[in-house]
């Protein structure tokens, strides 16, 4: 199975600041069809998770547009330009291009 | 508006089977790939099992010949057949439309795998 790596596993920003998550795969995402199939998602407290990025840098319909999604091959990052109290959660990346997929540990976001 | 909406879970002792259903609006959930992912409890999340539009079914190693995906298209309702429960499928459990891409999620359904 791929395995997915995610650094930092928790992340403590000011309101306002930028974050960044890094997230690496065990194995080159990059699929024959030229698509890398690299997917972020949040979990806010109490909820279910929600897409945020498909395909490495695609937002999903009605994601702010201060989140974005970069990397190719192994080695991906999503960063929230500015960050908001509604951002806290879990943030998950996951690897689509062989069965099983795989999720990341998660990063922890918290406001300072 | 799309919409999942699981049920079906609750407390079952170990080597105990369990139907998990989620009823879909807004969409044809055979014309989707449709999914399960689980999340034990304080843990990250787990992709469990898969089915395609064309009827293909994946499952991940922890839950092969265990666990049953299917779909009863007349009912626009995902269905998650468990059998031979473990103390370790202890989790909620949350389906979700797509395969990896997984846009729509319900709110989920707690398992527990207890005695």
């Known amino acids: 199975d791929i395995v997915m790596t995610q650094t930092p596993l928790s992340l403590s920003v000011t309101p306002g600041q930028p974050a960044s998550i890094s997230c690496k795969s065990s194995?080159?995402?990059?699929?024959?069809?030229?698509?890398?199939?690299l997917y972020w998602y949040l979990q806010k407290p109490g909820q279910s998770p929600q897409l945020l990025i498909y395909e490495v840098s695609s937002r999903f319909s009605g994601v702010p547009d201060r989140f974005s999604g970069s990397g190719s091959g192994t080695d991906f990052t999503l960063k929230i330009s500015r960050v908001e109290a509604e951002d806290v959660g879990v943030y998950y990346c996951?690897?689509?291009?062989?069965?099983?997929?795989?999720f990341g540990q998660g990063t922890k976001v918290e406001i300072k | 508006e799309v919409q999942l909406v699981e049920s079906g879970g609750g407390l079952i002792q170990p080597g105990g089977s369990l139907r998990l259903s989620c009823a879909a609006s807004g969409f044809t959930v055979s014309s989707n790939y449709m999914s399960w992912v689980r999340q034990a409890p304080g843990k990250g999340l787990e992709w469990v099992s898969v089915?395609?539009?064309?009827?293909?079914?994946y499952y991940a190693d922890s839950v092969k010949g265990r666990f049953t995906i299917s779909r009863d298209n007349s009912k626009n309702t995902l269905y998650l057949q468990m059998n031979s429960l473990r103390a370790e499928d202890t989790a909620v459990y949350y389906c979700?439309?797509?395969?990896?891409?997984?846009?729509?999620w319900g709110q989920g359904t707690l398992v527990t795998v207890s005695s």
């Open positions: 194995q080159s995402l990059l699929h024959s069809d030229g698509k890398t199939y």
């Open positions: 979700a439309r797509g395969r990896y891409s997984l846009d729509y």
């Open positions: 089915i395609y539009s064309g009827g293909s079914t």
């Open positions: 996951m690897q689509g291009i062989h069965l099983p997929g795989t």
